[in-house]
């Protein structure tokens, strides 16, 4: 280039002074910049240093350029080189947020940018960096009003807006959720991030056909975005109107597998593997609510993101060789990788799996990849030898520093609930890795190893349903703790009516099969007494559709479902306890039963009636209330529920001797150390890599 050419012959003059020197070198690193030569232009940048090394601005065009090589430790290093000559200089402050955030301490950007803002307080990008950070902690109220801030200084920036929408759609706010990214992806016309949002709010509002063409969008936007073209195929709907119309999703589902595999090939044929990680972050979620056996579609899928991401294990190839080089006898280093390592389903299920290890024969490493750590995050990092907080939006970073942790078995407690996880999970990190039942469905992913699952709840030819190992650990596979109950559970304070039994349902609605709706109604009508108590969905479409899909049922079989049903709003974990407290029995879903749900409703002791399924994830109850010894409560099939609701409901000494047996039996699933114990043996005989030997 010119540019470069007149800078170089400026620079053979000889009396240039170091100041003079130093700009034109900073000028002859913007054109080496821009004619793509990023390392010619950091060697002038340091040439230009060392002539004036307090020179905040050369230290942060030096930053630049090294984000630009994707080299975050030199960036940040440079942008605190900024900052330190020139603490006022708040672009640099700025920039070393967006550096911090790219390696994934979050604290850290948070911070950077809050001194950007304070130094220029309106600066509207750093003020919407700084939300995007807040949210990603989980300080939902400090996000928001940051946010709006930005949104005021900058009206007509898109940044602040397409935050504004995640952080709705995080608190349930789905129709602001649209509003937002809608307006983000009007405010970006090229850009694709706001459509690939609007369209997954859309789908959890059940509007799949919307969704399906803001997914067409953002494709013609960008034919390489191919979340886009996954979306398109693969998108399910959250509340089916009947059995036919699940098979329909299926057949459509399975279409979209037979046509995507040419299709990514081709649109990803000029990204870089981690692009393409990064593109594929995608989840069939709603598929195993089916009840059907997902073996061969998750196999499909999983084969199809295999093909594509494996030039990512090239970076780990040499994963198992670190770890068989470590000292024999030393301990075994154990990854766990999640986005939701806090209170709720996950967390409660395998915490005692991370806490419970003996750090003697475990060095055990967490990879949270959620917003924020809770109470229950931080008992896992006092505990966990190494725990790194990385992004969850941007799988490709996790892969080098989970590979470079030579890792003996890599543990994913769920797989199939979080898409950044699943897309993770295809890519080798660890000479073994698993899948738990966190998700209780096979994964079908060629890179997972191991299923471990729960012996109890399998069934006999469990082994057929998962296209990895199953192993199975004894009781329900963990050390759960019991929760902390109320005293009390006023009905009156609860908004449910005084007199009367009440069938608790507490499912989320799309874990509602179209089948249990009939069950249901004629529960209603075998006890004309007894109440239905569900919540409401997270959208009021969600709700809506599935109360006319159980009204239907209930006219089938002659009940008023308005004078019957109770519809309850989301509450605290300590309301919904009580709510189980105040209830006559818990009515399970048939194609998945509770799990978590369950354990709550037997830690007050509510009496669960359920019917075992095919599949395990439909088998949980059962396995539950027969470790328990309360095997009464499994029902042969649905004349034999009816039996039981009407016995539930009407024999108030058999139900009190239940929820007493209950009670007194609760040690058998809770807080038993047995499973992690297993576990841990397990572990130590599966998971130590065999160890080099010098052979004659």
Avoid at 168 to 173: A, N, Y
Avoid at 314 to 319: K, M, N, Q, R
Avoid at 459 to 486: F, K, N, Q
Avoid at 594 to 601: I, Q, R, V, Y
Wanted: charged letters at 25%; hydrophobic letters at 45%; a neutral charge.
């Amino acid at each position: 280039m010119a540019a470069i050419a007149e800078a170089s012959a400026l620079l053979r003059t000889a009396d240039a002074r170091p100041a003079e020197r130093a700009g034109i070198l900073c000028l002859r690193a913007r054109a080496h910049e821009i004619a793509g030569d990023a390392a010619a232009a950091v060697e002038d940048l340091r040439s230009a240093l060392r002539l004036s090394p307090q020179d905040a601005r050369l230290w942060n065009e030096l930053g630049v350029v090294a984000a630009s090589r994707n080299d975050p430790d030199a960036a940040a290093d440079a942008f605190r080189r900024a900052v330190a000559v020139d603490p006022g200089y708040f672009r640099a402050w700025n920039n070393l947020g967006n550096c911090l955030s790219t390696r994934g301490d979050t604290r850290g950007a948070a911070d950077a940018f809050r001194a950007a803002v304070q130094r220029k307080p309106d600066y509207a990008l750093a003020w919407a960096n700084l939300g995007a950070a807040l949210r990603n902690l989980g300080d939902a109220p400090a996000a928001e009003t940051a946010l709006q801030k930005a949104a005021s200084l900058d009206p007509k920036s898109s940044t602040a807006v397409f935050a504004l929408g995640g952080l709705c759609r995080d608190q349930g706010r789905l129709d602001d959720a649209v509003r937002h990214f809608a307006l983000a992806a009007q405010r970006s016309p090229a850009a694709t991030a706001a459509c690939l949002q609007l369209a997954g709010v859309l789908a959890e509002r059940d509007e799949l056909d919307e969704a399906r063409s803001v997914y067409a969008e953002a494709i013609r936007r960008d034919p390489t975005e191919l979340r886009g073209w996954l979306g398109m195929h693969l998108s399910l709907p959250m509340v089916p109107a009947d059995a036919e119309a699940i098979r329909d999703a299926r057949a459509r589902f399975a279409r979209g597998l037979d046509e995507l595999p040419p299709l990514l090939r081709t649109h990803a044929a000029a990204l870089a593997p981690a692009e393409i990680v990064d593109r594929l972050v995608w989840s069939n979620f709603l598929l195993a609510y089916h009840g059907e056996d997902d073996r061969p579609l998750q196999g499909r899928f999983a084969s199809m993101l295999r093909a594509m991401v494996a030039p990512l294990d090239a970076p780990t190839a040499a994963v198992g060789a670190a770890s068989r080089a470590r000292p024999a006898g030393g301990p075994l280093r154990v990854g766990f990788v999640s986005s939701f390592f806090r209170d709720g389903t996950v967390g409660r299920y395998f915490e005692h799996w991370i806490t419970g290890l003996d750090r003697e024969r475990f060095d055990v490493h967490v990879y949270h990849l959620g917003a924020g750590v809770d109470a229950l995050g931080q008992r896992l990092a006092a505990r966990a030898d190494v725990m790194r907080e990385m992004p969850r939006w941007a799988p490709s970073r996790a892969i080098p520093v989970i590979g470079g942790d030579a890792l003996d078995v890599l543990v994913y407690p769920e797989l199939g609930m979080d898409a950044s996880c699943v897309a993770l999970a295809a890519v080798r990190l660890a000479p073994l890795q698993c899948a738990a039942w966190g998700h209780p469905v096979t994964t079908g992913q060629p890179a997972i190893d191991v299923f471990l699952s729960c012996a109890a709840m399998e069934p006999d030819d469990a082994a057929s349903h998962y296209t990895e190992t199953l192993v199975c650990l004894p009781g329900i596979g963990t050390r759960y703790a019991l929760p902390a109950l109320p005293d009390s559970a006023d009905r009156a304070a609860l908004g449910l009516p005084a007199d009367g039994p009440l069938f608790l349902c507490p499912q989320s609605l799309f874990k509602i099969h179209p089948d249990d709706d009939a069950l249901y109604a004629r529960v209603l009508a075998a006890v004309p007494a007894a109440r239905l108590v569900l919540f409401q969905g997270r959208h009021p479409r969600i709700t809506a559709r599935f109360a006319a899909r159980l009204n239907a049922a209930c006219e089938r079989a002659g009940v008023d479902m308005a004078a019957r049903l109770l519809w309850l709003p989301q509450c605290s974990h300590e309301t919904y306890l009580r709510i189980n407290m105040a209830c006559t029995a818990m009515l399970d879903t048939t194609r998945w039963s509770g799990g978590n749900t369950t354990l709550d409703a037997l830690a007050t002791g509510l009496p669960v009636l359920t019917r075992p399924g095919r599949f395990m994830r439909a088998r949980q109850s059962a396995a539950m209330l027969q470790l328990l010894g309360v095997g009464e409560l499994v029902s042969r099939d649905d004349d034999d529920t009816l039996r039981l609701a009407a016995r539930l409901a009407g024999d108030t000494a058999w139900r009190d001797a239940l929820r007493a047996r209950i009670l007194a039996s609760r040690p058998r699933i809770f807080e038993d150390p047995t499973p992690v114990q297993a576990f841990a043996d397990w572990l130590a005989s599966a998971g130590r890599p065999p160890r080099q030997t010098n052979a004659g």
